[in-house]
Structures are given as C-alpha cells and as structure tokens.
C-alpha cells in the first residue's frame, strides 16, 4: 500500500517510544494475559507487548508492512503475526492494545463491545474520544455502544507531533474496562434506532412493528435507557 492510500485510510503512525511505552504500561499486562493488536503497523507497539504477555496475537491487513514485520519480529517468540483485517477474527484475548487508523475508531468499539475481555487500551481522535461521552441532545448511537460495554477512562492526550506523518488533529488515549457484552444484533439494534433519532419512541416502535406508548426522543433517554428499549425491540 502506497504512502499516500494510506494517508487517505487515515494511518498516521504513532513514532514517541515513550508514549508506546505509556500505552503498555496502562494495559496492566502480566504473565497471564494474551494481548490483541489490530494494527500491527510499524511495530511501535508490538515488541513492548510481548515483554509481559504470555502470548500476542497481531493483525496486520497490509502486506508489505506485515512482511517488514515478520523480519523485524522473527525472535519474539510468544507473537503471533496474523496478515488479516482484525476485525474480521475473534481470538480469544483477555487484553487489547492498538493505535488504530482514525477511520477505524467506530468499528473498534462496535467490535469490543461484542467481544469478551478484560480490558484495552486504544488510541482515538479527540473528537471522537469526546462523542463516546455524549448525552442529551448530542447523545448518539456509539456512545450508548460505548457507555454500555465499558467504563471509560482518558489516559493522556498526544499531540499529532507525536506521529508521521502528522495528523491535522490531536489524539487521545483511552482506557476501556469491560462491563457488558453486548450481541451483534443489540448494537445493530442501536445504530437503527438512532436512524429515526427525530420520531417519537411510539413512532420508532412502529417501525419494529411494535406498541410502546411514550411521545419522548431519544435525546430524552440516558444510554442505559437507550439499551433498554433497543432490547425491547429485538
């Protein structure tokens, strides 16, 4: 993949050692733990890893940078290179790292949401980091996801100085905890509901052929609200 396709997908890779090193550190990895990166990238994150986990499994989608990995990483013997888009496997892990390309923010969450683990540690865009906070009338569909699934912690902000090539905006560090697994059809479930955002719940409801009465938005409800009346409508 050329450097330019890939600035287009939005992979600006992370290049500050330190901030590697903070990543993993947050993790809290330990001799138990099986770690899953999507991303294997330039290997930033990859190496420090392996230092702790008993084994790591990661994905990389393109081609040439997982053969550079596979030479540079061909003595770490609890990795495991995976050329594959991660999102299209389900290792087993109890641990998640990545700094994933920001186009990839969303579909990160969705994923671990429906994933069983312990706890990750990923790298987002500010803005996006922001949206998972959301309620009232700027609740949205993968804040509801997010809020369910996890409890969220900021770890740091990074500066897009920190990446090459740079970014025109700044990033975030999160730290996710699970709380709940949550089935690919409750997320999907939440996604459509948020796609007649403007109806009334009575009105939404009829759209899954249902009856709930209640003239209230979706803007009205918390996220746990939100949870519960997409589990109403499955």
Known sequence: MSKSKRQRLGQHFLKSQ???RDMVDAANITKKDVV???????????????QNAKHVISAEADRDLYSEALVSF?????????RANGFEIAPKFSVFVSSLPY????????YLAQASF???VIMVQKEFADKLG????????????????FEIEKIMDVGRHNFEPPPKVDSVVLRLRKK???????????????SYRRKTISNIAKKFGKSIQSEKRLEE??????????????
């Open 103 to 110: 186009s990839k923010s969303r579909q990160a969450i969705e």
């Open 221 to 234: 409800l918390g996220s746990d609200e939100v949870i519960r009346l997409a589990k109403q409508l499955i």
């Open 74 to 82: 061909a003595d770490i013997e609890n990795l495991d290179l995976v």
């Open 36 to 50: 899953f990166e999507i991303g294997t990238g330039r290997g930033i994150l990859t190496p420090l890893l392996c």
């Open 134 to 149: 959301y309620e009232g009338k700027a609740i949205r569909a993968i804040s509801v996801i997010a809020n369910h699934a």
């Open 180 to 194: 709940a697994v949550l089935s690919e059809k409750l997320v999907r479930t939440v996604n459509l509901l948020f």
């Open 18 to 20: 330190s901030i590697a």
């Open 118 to 120: 312990s706890r990750a």
